[in-house]
Each structure stands twice: as structure tokens, then as C-alpha cells.
């Protein structure tokens, strides 16, 4: 995903979930600023590497792609595969929402959400993820991830074949379903304030999106143009509020706990992968 779902989009559905402004605020950063964490610092964490060359490093492999982009899913047959919307995410988001941070709480979302995009793909350098096997050519880019498939599986848009299986891919499905999964999650997260999960019978709360919203976001995810795109999330939050001058700000205030949450994050995400088969390590 780009930062037109993992911040305008994770603020608008966190305000339309009854998160307060401040914390929506802080979820969403930290879910777009695990896409920006880009440079290990001398607390020895990053959250994505921006260099593509790096990500032939196993460490950045182990420590950086799986557990923040690339989450292992629910295939038995192919364990380190991302499935949708998999079980190690919920874990993971349940982990989050029980220690209510907000900073580790948004990390858990861009894993999440990343579920829905990099499905097929894994965070390793493998066979698995060439895009052209039947042509018997080196793209000169590595198979790790969607690295030769550039940054289509991330458009929300996006039209585009999967040259391994031929499969025609609408990203807006995708996208989509991963709003409507965002939402629910947001929902019932501890972050929305106990009257409004009280005030529902039962005190179970307002946990779906409401049809006239999930049209309205079906035709945003139409919209070619990434700016318009990005103006019609805005408009949808009902606020002005711009990545630009958030990140400005929370990465003075914020940065120390961001890394914190990361480095929590990560620790629950290695133990959730620490058995399934190894990958090569050299």
C-alpha cells in the first residue's frame, strides 16, 4: 500500500471509528512511518529499506521485510507466503491493542494492511517471487517481494497480470476489502472511548462500516490519479490534515516511541515465525 491508504485512509476510518483526533493522528503516522523509518539510527532500528539493493542483506530480509511488510499467512503448503488478512496479523494487532500503544498499535496496521497488497509475494530472496520464470531472463532486479513487479501491487487502482499465474489483479478489490478490515479492527481496538463501545447494545460497539461509506470509498479507490486520490481520503475524513506537517512535527515528539513499539513489534513477529522452515541464513 501507499501512504494514501496507510495514513489518509487509517486516519479516516480511525475519526469514522470514534478514535479521538490526537490518537487517530498518532495511529496514522506511525502505520505511514513504518514505510519512512528507512535508516537504522543507534537504537539499531529500521522498518523498510529504501535502497533495493539492500534488500538482498538476509538481515533486512529477517529483520525489516517479514515482519513489517511481508507477514507470513495461512498456507500450509507454502508457510512463508502472505495470505490476506492472515492470522499472525491479527496476532499481532491484538498484541498492539492490548498494550495500548498507539505508535505499535498503527505498526500492527501497515502489517496488516500490507496483507492484502503483497499477497503471493514473500519478504525473501526466492524463486517464489519471480515474475518471469517462463521467459528464461534476469530482470536485473531480485526475487524478493514484488521488487520486479515495481510498485503496481501497491497502487490502489492499479489493473495489472500477474505473469506467474496469469491472473488479472484489481487493486481495488484489495484495497477495499482491506478498508473494510481496517475499520472493524479500529473499532473494536481499546483506543475507541468506552462510552461509544458502551453505548451500543450489548456494549458491543459499531464494528462494520457503514454501506453508504464503503461506496463512497469503492469509487475513490477508482480514481487514476494519486493526488485526487489522496484529496478524495481527505475529504472523506472530514479534515484538512496533511502527512506533510504531521510527520514534521510527530518525528520530533514521537521518534523514541515509534522505535519502541518497532522494536516490540518486531520482538512478537520474529517469536510467531521462529518455527516455521529456515530460510538460508548466508
Known amino acids: 500500500m501507499q501512504k494514501d491508504v496507510h495514513f489518509y485512509l487509517t486516519y479516516a476510518l480511525a475519526r469514522k471509528a470514534r478514535i479521538r483526533n490526537n490518537d487517530a493522528l498518532k495511529i496514522a503516522w506511525s502505520d505511514q512511518y513504518t514505510d519512512d523509518l528507512t535508516i537504522s539510527d543507534l537504537h539499531g532500528i529500521q522498518t523498510q529499506s529504501a535502497v533495493l539493493g539492500n534488500w538482498l542483506d ?42 495500548l500503544d498507539l505508535f505499535q498499535l498503527g505498526i500492527a496496521l501497515h502489517a496488516l494492511q500490507d496483507t492484502f497488497s503483497h499477497q503471493g509475494f514473500t519478504g525473501w530472496d526466492e524463486k517464489i517471487n519471480a515474475c518471469y520464470p517462463w521467459y528464461y531472463i534476469q530482470s ?32 481495488a478489490d484489495r484495497v477495499m476489502d482491506c478498508a473494510i478490515r481496517t475499520f472493524r479492527m479500529l473499532a473494536i481496538s481499546n483506543m475507541v472511548p468506552v462510552t461509544y463501545r458502551a453505548a451500543e447494545p450489548g456494549g458491543k460497539g459499531i464494528f462494520d462500516m457503514p454501506e453508504q461509506e464503503q461506496s463512497t470509498l469503492k469509487n475513490i479507490f477508482q480514481i487514476e490519479n494519486y493526488d485526487a486520490r489522496k484529496k478524495a481520503l481527505i475529504d472523506f475524513s472530514d479534515d484538512r490534515v496533511r502527512y506533510s506537517k504531521i510527520n514534521k512535527k510527530f518525528k520530533v515528539l514521537f521518534k523514541r516511541q515509534f522505535i519502541a513499539a518497532a522494536s516490540k513489534h518486531l520482538a512478537a513477529a520474529i517469536e510467531l515465525i521462529k518455527d516455521l522452515p529456515s530460510k538460508n541464513q548466508n
Open 58 to 99: 538476509k538481515q533486512i530480509q529477517r529483520s525489516v521485510l517479514v515482519p513489517f511488510h511481508f507477514l507470513p499467512g495461512d498456507n500450509s503448503e507454502q508457510p512463508w507466503v502472505v495470505t490476506p488478512d492472515n492470522r499472525k496479523a491479527h496476532i499481532l494487532f491484538e498484541k498492539a491493542n492490548a498494550s
Open 140 to 171: 536485473g532486479l531480485p526475487d524478493i517481494g514484488h521488487a520486479e513487479m515495481a510498485a503496481l501491487p501497491d497502487i490502489a487502482s492499479a489493473v495489472w497480470t500477474d505473469p506467474r499465474n496469469g491472473e488479472l489483479i484489481f487493486n
